[in-house]
Protein backbone atom coordinates (compact mmCIF):
# COMPACT_ATOMS: atom_id res chain seq x y z
CA UNK A 1 0.00 0.00 0.00
CA UNK A 2 1.24 3.45 -0.63
CA UNK A 3 0.33 6.33 2.29
CA UNK A 4 0.53 10.10 2.41
CA UNK A 5 0.64 11.26 6.14
CA UNK A 6 0.60 15.09 7.29
CA UNK A 7 0.77 15.75 10.37
CA UNK A 8 0.39 19.17 12.54
CA UNK A 9 2.53 18.60 15.67
CA UNK A 10 3.05 21.23 18.39
CA UNK A 11 6.69 21.85 18.23
CA UNK A 12 7.69 20.16 21.43
CA UNK A 13 6.59 16.97 19.88
CA UNK A 14 7.24 17.44 16.28
CA UNK A 15 10.79 16.12 16.11
CA UNK A 16 9.80 12.65 17.60
CA UNK A 17 6.66 12.13 15.38
CA UNK A 18 9.18 13.05 12.49
CA UNK A 19 11.63 10.46 13.65
CA UNK A 20 9.41 7.93 14.29
CA UNK A 21 7.86 8.72 10.50
CA UNK A 22 10.78 8.70 8.77
CA UNK A 23 11.64 5.40 9.89
CA UNK A 24 8.83 3.88 7.81
CA UNK A 25 8.16 6.73 4.73
CA UNK A 26 9.84 9.37 2.49
CA UNK A 27 9.73 12.98 4.01
CA UNK A 28 8.33 15.17 1.41
CA UNK A 29 7.92 18.49 2.93
CA UNK A 30 7.51 19.66 6.29
CA UNK A 31 5.00 18.08 7.69
CA UNK A 32 3.96 15.41 4.82
CA UNK A 33 5.63 11.90 4.07
CA UNK A 34 4.73 9.46 1.75
CA UNK A 35 5.68 6.17 0.55
CA UNK A 36 4.54 2.59 0.42
CA UNK A 37 4.63 0.24 3.14
CA UNK A 38 3.33 -2.82 4.02
CA UNK A 39 -0.02 -3.27 5.95
CA UNK A 40 1.81 -4.53 9.16
CA UNK A 41 4.41 -1.66 9.27
CA UNK A 42 1.34 0.76 8.76
CA UNK A 43 -0.23 -0.67 11.83
CA UNK A 44 3.24 -0.59 13.56
CA UNK A 45 3.73 3.46 12.14
CA UNK A 46 -0.09 4.29 13.84
CA UNK A 47 1.08 2.77 17.44
CA UNK A 48 4.15 4.39 17.36
CA UNK A 49 2.54 7.82 16.31
CA UNK A 50 -0.73 7.38 18.42
CA UNK A 51 1.42 6.76 21.56
CA UNK A 52 3.63 10.74 20.62
CA UNK A 53 1.06 12.64 19.92
CA UNK A 54 -1.00 14.71 22.31
CA UNK A 55 -4.73 13.76 20.84
CA UNK A 56 -5.98 17.50 22.00
CA UNK A 57 -3.40 19.24 20.55
CA UNK A 58 -1.65 17.60 17.81
CA UNK A 59 -3.51 16.60 14.21
CA UNK A 60 -2.64 13.13 12.08
CA UNK A 61 -3.93 12.15 8.52
CA UNK A 62 -2.97 9.73 6.35
CA UNK A 63 -4.06 8.85 2.78
CA UNK A 64 -4.16 4.99 2.29
CA UNK A 65 -3.85 3.71 -1.64
CA UNK A 66 -3.58 0.62 -2.90
CA UNK A 67 -0.95 1.43 -4.99
CA UNK A 68 1.28 4.66 -5.79
CA UNK A 69 -1.21 6.03 -7.99
CA UNK A 70 -0.87 9.66 -8.02
CA UNK A 71 -0.05 11.37 -11.58
CA UNK A 72 1.91 14.45 -10.32
CA UNK A 73 3.24 16.07 -7.51
CA UNK A 74 3.64 20.08 -8.01
CA UNK A 75 6.18 22.07 -5.02
CA UNK A 76 5.77 25.75 -4.83
CA UNK A 77 8.51 27.58 -2.72
CA UNK A 78 10.37 26.98 0.26
CA UNK A 79 12.08 23.56 -0.10
CA UNK A 80 11.68 22.46 3.83
CA UNK A 81 12.83 19.15 4.43
CA UNK A 82 12.63 16.27 1.86
CA UNK A 83 15.77 14.92 0.68
CA UNK A 84 14.02 11.54 -0.14
CA UNK A 85 12.64 13.14 -3.06
CA UNK A 86 12.41 10.68 -5.76
CA UNK A 87 9.82 11.84 -8.09
CA UNK B 1 -9.22 15.92 -11.46
CA UNK B 2 -8.73 15.34 -8.22
CA UNK B 3 -5.66 17.37 -6.20
CA UNK B 4 -4.69 17.45 -2.18
CA UNK B 5 -3.11 20.66 -1.68
CA UNK B 6 -0.60 20.74 1.76
CA UNK B 7 0.50 23.79 2.12
CA UNK B 8 2.77 25.51 5.22
CA UNK B 9 2.69 29.07 4.93
CA UNK B 10 3.67 32.02 7.35
CA UNK B 11 1.15 32.99 9.91
CA UNK B 12 0.79 36.61 8.41
CA UNK B 13 -0.16 35.44 4.77
CA UNK B 14 -2.33 31.65 5.81
CA UNK B 15 -5.58 33.48 6.56
CA UNK B 16 -5.46 34.51 2.56
CA UNK B 17 -3.99 31.37 1.33
CA UNK B 18 -7.04 29.34 3.33
CA UNK B 19 -9.22 31.94 1.62
CA UNK B 20 -7.88 31.43 -1.69
CA UNK B 21 -7.76 27.73 -1.75
CA UNK B 22 -11.41 26.81 -0.08
CA UNK B 23 -12.84 29.08 -3.36
CA UNK B 24 -11.73 25.81 -5.35
CA UNK B 25 -10.99 22.89 -2.83
CA UNK B 26 -12.41 21.38 0.50
CA UNK B 27 -10.89 21.59 3.88
CA UNK B 28 -9.95 18.57 5.08
CA UNK B 29 -7.64 19.65 8.40
CA UNK B 30 -5.49 22.75 9.26
CA UNK B 31 -2.92 23.01 6.38
CA UNK B 32 -5.03 20.06 3.94
CA UNK B 33 -7.25 20.66 1.35
CA UNK B 34 -8.47 18.06 -1.24
CA UNK B 35 -11.34 18.28 -4.23
CA UNK B 36 -12.23 17.90 -7.81
CA UNK B 37 -11.40 20.41 -9.49
CA UNK B 38 -11.23 21.29 -13.54
CA UNK B 39 -8.22 21.64 -15.26
CA UNK B 40 -8.91 25.37 -15.77
CA UNK B 41 -9.63 25.84 -12.45
CA UNK B 42 -6.39 24.28 -11.11
CA UNK B 43 -4.67 26.80 -13.43
CA UNK B 44 -6.19 29.64 -11.83
CA UNK B 45 -5.76 28.35 -7.90
CA UNK B 46 -2.16 27.67 -8.44
CA UNK B 47 -1.99 31.28 -10.02
CA UNK B 48 -3.36 33.02 -7.07
CA UNK B 49 -1.59 30.95 -4.29
CA UNK B 50 1.65 31.79 -5.98
CA UNK B 51 0.55 35.63 -6.30
CA UNK B 52 -0.34 35.26 -2.50
CA UNK B 53 2.91 33.22 -1.18
CA UNK B 54 6.30 34.41 -0.38
CA UNK B 55 8.34 31.92 -2.07
CA UNK B 56 11.36 32.45 0.49
CA UNK B 57 9.43 31.65 3.87
CA UNK B 58 6.43 29.70 2.24
CA UNK B 59 5.81 25.96 0.46
CA UNK B 60 2.96 24.54 -1.26
CA UNK B 61 2.25 21.00 -2.11
CA UNK B 62 -0.07 19.54 -4.99
CA UNK B 63 -0.86 15.69 -5.32
CA UNK B 64 -2.90 15.50 -8.57
CA UNK B 65 -4.42 12.07 -9.30
CA UNK B 66 -6.76 11.34 -12.65
CA UNK B 67 -9.96 11.02 -10.05
CA UNK B 68 -10.51 10.45 -6.81
CA UNK B 69 -8.44 7.20 -5.97
CA UNK B 70 -7.85 7.06 -2.68
CA UNK B 71 -9.12 4.37 -0.53
CA UNK B 72 -9.11 5.73 2.43
CA UNK B 73 -8.74 8.50 4.36
CA UNK B 74 -7.73 7.99 8.54
CA UNK B 75 -7.28 11.04 11.17
CA UNK B 76 -5.81 11.17 14.71
CA UNK B 77 -5.49 13.24 17.15
CA UNK B 78 -7.50 17.64 17.16
CA UNK B 79 -9.97 18.03 14.32
CA UNK B 80 -8.99 21.33 13.31
CA UNK B 81 -10.69 23.03 10.26
CA UNK B 82 -12.40 21.13 7.93
CA UNK B 83 -16.35 22.03 7.88
CA UNK B 84 -16.24 20.19 4.34
CA UNK B 85 -15.40 16.71 5.40
CA UNK B 86 -17.33 14.20 3.03
CA UNK B 87 -15.63 10.73 3.53
Chains 1, 2 share one sequence.
Not at 71 to 85: A, C, V
Request: proline share 0%; aromatic share 12%; net charge positive.
Amino acid sequence: MFVILVYDINIKRVGKVLKTSRKYLNWVQNSVLEGDITEANFVKLKHELLSKINKEEDSILFYIFRSKTYSKREEYGLKKGGEDIFL
